[in-house]
Nanobody, 124 residues
Framework: VQLQASGGGLVQAGGSLRLSCQAS????????LGWYRQAPGKERELVAR???????NYAAPVKGRFTMSRDSFQNKVYLQMNSLKPEDTAVYYC???????????????????WGQGTLVTVSS
């Protein structure tokens, strides 16, 4: 499945942003949907991961501030980010891993897909 992330921007510390990730096919049967981020000079890290059954895990730095959700009818995944901090500044990527997706009546196994990334900058 192809993924396209959007919603990044510049926000002051304490503010909120909502990221969106549009999938090109059905996300209902994808094993794992996730959001990752990569700050300058650092490795890409997991932010949140939602399993097919809906159980969602969050990285410790964002727990209680970020919420991941999905709309299976629109094939979208969201990341609501509240109480943003300067250390949340990064390029955010959506990810799909495992299971299968369907499009136009045809279903295909899902490997690992990444969106193109959207930049979030939090000013102090």
């Amino acid at each position: 499945v192809q993924l396209q992330a959007s919603g990044g921007g510049l926000v002051q510390a304490g503010g909120s942003l909502r990221l969106s990730c549009q999938a090109s096919g059905s996300i209902s049967n994808i094993d794992n949907l996730g959001w990752y981020r990569q700050a300058p000079g650092k490795e890409r890290e997991l932010v949140a991961r939602m399993r097919r059954g809906g159980i969602t895990n969050y990285a410790a730095p964002v727990k209680g501030r970020f919420t991941m959700s999905r709309d299976s009818f629109q094939n979208k995944v969201y990341l609501q980010m509240n109480s943003l901090k300067p250390e949340d500044t990064a390029v955010y990527y959506c990810n799909a891993d495992g299971g299968f997706y369907c499009r136009g009546g045809a279903c295909t196994s899902q490997g690992i897909s990444w969106g193109q990334g959207t930049l979030v900058t939090v000013s102090s």
